[in-house]
């Protein structure tokens, strides 16, 4: 009943007002919304983590209060990260985080679809780069809940020296995350996704993993995850499960946004036009639980789930395709933080 009534009350009364704020620009509000939860961080870093005892697991050798996390890109340079602990989240992940700082593309390049409850962006990794985060995360000290640490290829690095890039970000932020996301997967960053080819991927993740061992010494290695995109094929999709297991990757994350249009209804595509970016939110939804159950069917490593989460209905699909656990971010937009505690009870149950 206090999961509706919160639902109904972001949806009805403060969506509206957040929608029209700042002339009604998505950047502008995602950032001082930050701007507030970050003001609150600290204090709120102490609330004892949500979960019903039966939805607590553990995945890669992690333990998580409830399968309910928040994804990469809605706090990329962890400004206000115990806030999401305390409405809900099983675990936050912080970035996507670049060894160099950046700015990302020009604006404007963060876009609603409310008919189709659905935003694109073109962001492109912007962020305050690897050392700036490790400083923010050295400072707040240990979170409630789990943090994963995306990281991605800085813009001005060529593909080419990708692994050194990627490399550099891990070694600086190692001793804060409880696993690392390796995004190849994004479509905001020229060559980005280039990565995702076999012996590119292959050399990347063998960097990284013989990193990790370094790093870790006699302890246990923090977990690698590679997040992939929902554009590719099945075949390409299994040849990125077969490197990932033959180098010692821990789990995937299915999916980040795609750059099909399918879905939208058509003022929304209207509205968009031809313009670059991923889209996210409903109309990733059904692929999104293909990927997973692609996945989940052909390698034995365990997968977040995210895509187009808008409802709990949204999140039981994606366990039920084989997901361990599920990542919101565009769900949290249109549906606010009530979601996150109803999805959290739904796949507590289960």
């Excluded at 709120?44 to 890109?73: C, D, K, S, W």
């Excluded at 602990?85 to 679809?113: C, I, K, M, Y």
């Excluded at 409850?117 to 409630?144: K, Q, T």
Aim: charged share 20%; aromatic share 6%.
């Amino acid at each position: 009943m206090i999961n509706e009534v919160l639902l109904g009350g972001y949806q009805h009364l403060v969506r509206p007002a957040l929608f029209r704020y700042g002339g009604g620009d998505p950047e502008r509000v995602h950032e001082v919304t930050l701007r507030w939860l970050g003001r609150f961080s600290r204090p709120l870093g102490v609330v004892r983590p949500y979960g019903p005892a039966q939805a607590a697991r553990t995945v890669f050798g992690v333990r998580f209060p409830n399968p309910v996390g928040l994804a990469a890109g809605m706090d990329k340079d962890g400004t206000a990260l115990p806030a999401f602990g305390a409405l809900g989240f099983g675990s936050v992940e912080v970035g996507t985080v670049t060894w160099h700082p950046q700015p990302g593309n020009d604006r404007p390049r963060l876009f609603r679809l409310p008919s189709s409850e659905a935003i694109v962006n073109r962001m492109g990794f912007n962020n305050a780069g690897a050392a700036a985060l490790a400083a923010r995360l050295e400072a707040l000290g240990p979170l409630a809940v789990p943090l994963g640490i995306s990281l991605g290829k800085s813009k001005i690095t060529p593909v080419a020296d990708a692994v050194a890039d990627y490399v550099a970000s891990l070694r600086a932020l190692y001793r804060y995350g409880d696993y690392f996301a390796v995004n190849v997967s994004s479509p905001n960053t020229p060559g980005l996704r280039a990565l995702q080819d076999r012996d590119r991927l292959a050399d990347l993740l063998a960097a990284l993993r013989a990193e990790t061992l370094s790093l870790a010494g006699p302890a246990v290695p923090s977990p690698l995850l590679v997040k992939v995109a929902p554009d590719l094929t099945d075949a390409a999709l299994g040849e990125v499960l077969d490197v990932c297991a033959e180098h010692g990757v821990a789990g995937l994350i299915a999916t980040n946004t795609t750059l099909s249009r399918q879905g939208l209804t058509p003022a929304d595509r209207a509205a968009i036009g031809d313009g670059a970016g991923g889209l996210s939110g409903r109309p990733l939804a059904a692929r999104a639980v293909e990927v997973v159950r692609f996945a989940a069917e052909r390698c034995d490593l365990p997968v977040i789930g995210v895509g187009g989460i808008l409802c709990p209905e949204d999140a039981v699909r994606l366990m039920d395709a084989g997901a361990s656990l599920v990542q919101l971010y565009t769900g949290l937009i249109y549906r606010g933080p009530g979601l996150v505690r109803a999805c959290a009870r739904a796949l507590g149950d289960r």
